[in-house]
């Protein structure tokens, strides 16, 4: 009975009659902390995996091939001294226009000498227009060829005021097939290539990596790289076995230049990815000592005269290029900006035109007889036994125009 009575009692007190309060029964402390760590540690983990756990070179090629795929993007390009920019919007769809602009400032460190040229292209037609600050001037030493139809259908173009159309010719093959179709040789290639960027991409070397850094009051992630230069080499000595229209003397000669460099392990390349896309990349060389740059340009140039003749009068300008401000220190080259992914503007074709074609066969008429012989001489060839001579006007006073193609240095 006092069991009873026991259970009864008990029975009341955890059951509250109706219309009565009860004190709320504690909660257990420990569990909610318990609770609460969890929740932190896996907040924490959830941060980690996606910003502090980052590998910066899938980073790196999960932005590349995301920008590589994008449909559209804009681009300027911008060297270091503001002498070149190029800029443009580019399209994958083959009908859309595409447009490219580069300008180049101060030639030969001359402030008025500024030049522009325009490039508008899609499957089918390109288009060229130009600007250059001193036009009037070379239009004045060409006047003397006024009466030439190719003077006359060039000058528009020339003071930029029409531009040059030109038909792309359709390049699929109207042949019969052949053991190897243009396909499969372009699915060859491609594979090549394919190959060949493994390689280059196991020659990286990861130098930095900032999760958020500013640039032009902007945050983007960074990965800075530099090169690993063995890796590099065998990259280099891969493209003797592609399908591609590049001399062995070539990549030898290239090859000399990067064996001669000992700092490819520098902060060469910066990429600043934003949304998944390369954004801006900006560049810098390392030095590149002057005796090698003179054999691998040689040695690059040893199976083509006229390559061979064009490096041997400017050997000078090509080592100032590759000079560095502070010897031992990176130069760098410029920056690369990406932006409207997908979204580029599509170019518009120009309402006046003066069409290639008629150019070029007025061109082989009156002009390609007065320049062959010095073109014979540029690539290498024994000069023309006469000097040149120009055909007479219609009015009898053909003069020479004032200008003169300097003789070129002979063959040792």
């Not at 709320?24 to 907040?43: C, E, Q, T």
Request: proline share 6%; net charge neutral.
């Amino acid at each position: 009975m006092k069991t009873d009575t026991a259970s009864s009692e008990t029975s009341k007190e955890s059951i509250p009659a109706t219309g009565t309060s009860t004190k709320a029964s504690k909660p257990n402390s420990k569990l909610i902390g318990m609770i609460v760590i969890i929740l932190i540690l896996a907040a924490v983990g959830a941060v980690s995996a996606k910003y502090l756990l980052v590998d910066p070179k899938k980073l790196l090629t999960d932005a590349i091939k995301k920008t590589s795929e994008a449909k559209s993007a804009s681009l300027e390009a911008r060297s270091d001294n503001g002498k070149f920019v190029l800029s443009g919007d580019l399209h994958d769809d083959e009908k859309k226009l595409s447009q490219l602009k580069v300008a180049i400032n101060d030639i030969d460190n001359k402030p008025d000498e500024d030049i522009t040229l325009g490039l508008k292209v899609n499957k089918t037609d390109m288009y060229v227009d130009m600007s250059y600050s001193n036009i009037d001037k070379v239009i004045g030493e060409l006047s003397t060829l006024s009466y030439m139809k190719t003077y006359q259908l060039v000058y528009p173009v020339l003071k930029g005021q029409k531009s040059v159309h030109i038909l792309i010719p359709d390049t699929k093959d109207k042949t019969k097939s052949t053991k190897e179709s243009p396909a499969a040789g372009i699915e060859k290639t491609k594979k090549q290539f394919e190959e060949f960027g493994k390689k280059l991409q196991e020659s990286v070397i990861i130098r930095k990596f900032d999760r958020s850094t500013a640039y032009k009051d902007k945050n983007y992630q960074r990965v800075t790289i530099g090169l690993d230069k063995v890796k590099l080499i065998a990259a280099l000595e891969s493209l003797k076995n592609m399908d591609i229209d590049v001399k062995v003397s070539q990549i030898n000669g290239l090859i000399k230049v990067v064996n001669a460099v000992n700092n490819w392990d520098s902060d060469l390349v910066e990429f600043y990815v934003k949304d998944g896309y390369i954004a801006v990349i900006t560049l810098s060389l390392p030095e590149i000592p002057a005796e090698a740059l003179k054999d691998g340009l040689a040695e690059s140039a040893k199976d083509d005269p006229s390559i061979n003749t064009i490096f041997k009068n400017s050997t000078d300008k090509i080592e100032s290029l590759f000079k560095p401000k502070v010897p031992g220190q990176l130069t760098k080259v410029g920056s690369i900006e990406l932006s409207n992914f997908n979204s580029a503007p599509v170019a518009v074709i120009p309402t006046s035109v003066v069409e290639f074609d008629d150019i070029l066969a007025n061109a082989k008429v009156e002009v390609l007889p007065l320049v062959m012989p010095y073109l014979g001489q540029m690539m290498g060839m024994p000069q023309a036994p006469s000097p040149l001579m120009m055909p007479k006007s219609p009015t009898n006073k053909m003069t020479v125009p004032n200008f003169q193609i300097p003789n070129l240095p002979e063959e040792p």
